[in-house]
C-alpha cells in the first residue's frame, strides 16, 4: 500500500512540475523581440528547427508592430528554405512581398523565392542519368524567376548571384534542346532536329553550346536539302563567333 502511495505522489509531483513549465514543447521566451529573434536564430543554426519556428512564431505574433515581425516572417521563410519545404518557403516569401512591396529586403524574399527553384534542379549524382535528360520545369522557373528579379531590382546586392544562376539555367535548357535535337538526329527526323536548334538559338543565345548547335544546325538542312538555310546557318558562325575557330571553319565551308 506504501508503494502504491509513493507512486501516485511521484505522479503528481510530475504533473505540477509539467504545468509550471507551461505549455509541452513551448520554449522559454525571452522579454524582448530581439532577444526572442536571436535565440530563434540560435535555434536554427544547431538545425533544431522546431524551436526556431517557434520563436519566430512567436515574434510574429506578440510584436506585430514592431519591425522586429518582418525579420520574423523573412525567418520562416529561411526556415522552410533550410528545412527544403521550397514551395512553402516561396509561398511566405511571396507573401512577404505583397504585403511590405517597399521594405528594405524585399529584393532578399525576391532573391530566395527565386533561388528555391534553383534548389529543386535535378540532381547531378553520378550514379542517376544526367540532368538534362530529365524533367526540366525547375530551370524554366528558374529562368523566370531569376529574369524578373533581375528585372526587378537590377541594383540589388544579390544581382551578380541571380546572373550567375540565370545563365547557369540557360545553359542547362540549352543543353536539354541539344540532347532532344540529338535524339531525333539518331532517328533521322532531320526536321524536329531543325525545328529544336532553331530554338535554342532564339530562346537561349550566348551560351557556350552555341558553336556545337549552328554546325549541327547547318547539317540538319543539308540533310534537309535546303541549300539556302544551310548557307545561312554558316553566315550565322561567322556573325555570332567573329575571330574564332569555328567562325574560320564557317568560312572555309562557304568557301570565302
Same mark, same amino acid.
Given at each position: ?195 529544336? $536548334?532553331?530554338?535554342?538559338? %532564339?530562346?537561349? #543565345? *550566348? @551560351? /557556350?553550346?552555341?558553336?556545337? =548547335?549552328?554546325?549541327? !544546325? ?15 546557318? $554558316?553566315?550565322?558562325?561567322? %556573325?555570332?563567333? #567573329? *575571330? @574564332? /575557330?569555328?567562325?574560320?571553319? =564557317?568560312?572555309?565551308? !562557304?568557301?570565302?
Amino acid at each position: 500500500m506504501r508503494s502504491v502511495v509513493l507512486v501516485l505522489s511521484a505522479l503528481m509531483l510530475s504533473a505540477c512540475a509539467a504545468l509550471s513549465a507551461g505549455p509541452a514543447g513551448e520554449p522559454d521566451y525571452a522579454t524582448m523581440a530581439a532577444e526572442n529573434l536571436a535565440l530563434g536564430e540560435a535555434a536554427m543554426e544547431d538545425n533544431d528547427y522546431f524551436k526556431a519556428e517557434k520563436y519566430f512564431d512567436h515574434v510574429r505574433a506578440k510584436f506585430p508592430y514592431l519591425e522586429a515581425a518582418r525579420e520574423a516572417e523573412l525567418k520562416l521563410a529561411d526556415l522552410d528554405f533550410a528545412r527544403e519545404m521550397y514551395p512553402e518557403a516561396r509561398e511566405k516569401f511571396d507573401s512577404f512581398m505583397r504585403l511590405h512591396p517597399t521594405h528594405p529586403k524585399v529584393d532578399y524574399a525576391a532573391y530566395r523565392a527565386a533561388l528555391s527553384y534553383v534548389q529543386e534542379f535535378p540532381s547531378e549524382f553520378f550514379a542517376l542519368p544526367p540532368s538534362y535528360e530529365k524533367e526540366q520545369k525547375p530551370m524554366y522557373d528558374a529562368l523566370r524567376a531569376m529574369n524578373v528579379f533581375l528585372r526587378q531590382y537590377p541594383d540589388s546586392q544579390y544581382v551578380k548571384d541571380a546572373t550567375a544562376h540565370r545563365n547557369d539555367a540557360r545553359q542547362r535548357l540549352a543543353r536539354h534542346e541539344l540532347y532532344v535535337a540529338s535524339f531525333y538526329a539518331k532517328r533521322e527526323r532531320w526536321k524536329a532536329v531543325a525545328q529544336r $536548334l532553331e530554338g535554342l538559338l %532564339k530562346d537561349y #543565345p *550566348g @551560351t /557556350p553550346l552555341e558553336e556545337e =548547335a549552328l554546325f549541327d !544546325l547547318h547539317n540538319a538542312y543539308v540533310k534537309l536539302n535546303d541549300t539556302e538555310r544551310a548557307q545561312n546557318t $554558316l553566315r550565322e558562325v561567322v %556573325k555570332r563567333l #567573329p *575571330g @574564332t /575557330p569555328a567562325a574560320q571553319r =564557317a568560312q572555309k565551308m !562557304l568557301g570565302s
